[in-house]
């Protein structure tokens, strides 16, 4: 609960960073190359640590299995409810 609050937190804080402009402009332009890099290397060690995991490995087919109702589930859900949300701003 308390790596939750965390996370909030900091999100917060960018909020507010950007609503006050504090950030100057050719900084916010080198900010999407850190946040590519840091994606990046949060997507490898996950990868480390899927592969280090030999619960995940040895139950792959099943998890995979779920994995994917799960992201069907959530991009169709997540492409009707844009739609719903577009579609009724320009009525």
């Given at each position: 609960?308390?790596?939750i609050?965390?996370?909030?937190?900091?999100?917060?804080?960018?909020?507010?960073?950007?609503?006050?402009?504090?950030?100057?402009?050719?900084l916010?332009?080198?900010?999407?190359?850190?946040?590519?890099?840091s994606?990046?290397?949060?997507?490898?060690?996950?990868?480390?640590?899927?592969?280090?995991?030999?619960?995940?490995?040895?139950?792959?087919?099943?998890?995979?299995?779920?994995?994917?109702?799960?992201?069907?589930?959530?991009?169709?859900?997540?492409?009707?409810?844009?739609?719903?949300?577009?579609?009724?701003?320009?009525e």
């Open positions: 609960m308390k790596t609050i965390l996370y909030v937190i900091i999100i917060l804080i960018g909020f507010f960073i950007a609503k006050k402009k504090i950030i100057p402009e050719n916010k332009n080198k900010v999407s190359h850190f946040q590519t890099g994606l990046f290397f949060l997507l490898g060690f996950m990868g480390y640590k899927i592969g280090a995991n030999d619960d995940i490995i040895n139950n792959l087919s099943q998890l995979g299995i779920q994995a994917i109702i799960i992201t069907a589930f959530a991009i169709i859900f997540s492409i009707l409810i844009v739609f719903i949300i577009y579609r009724g701003g320009r």
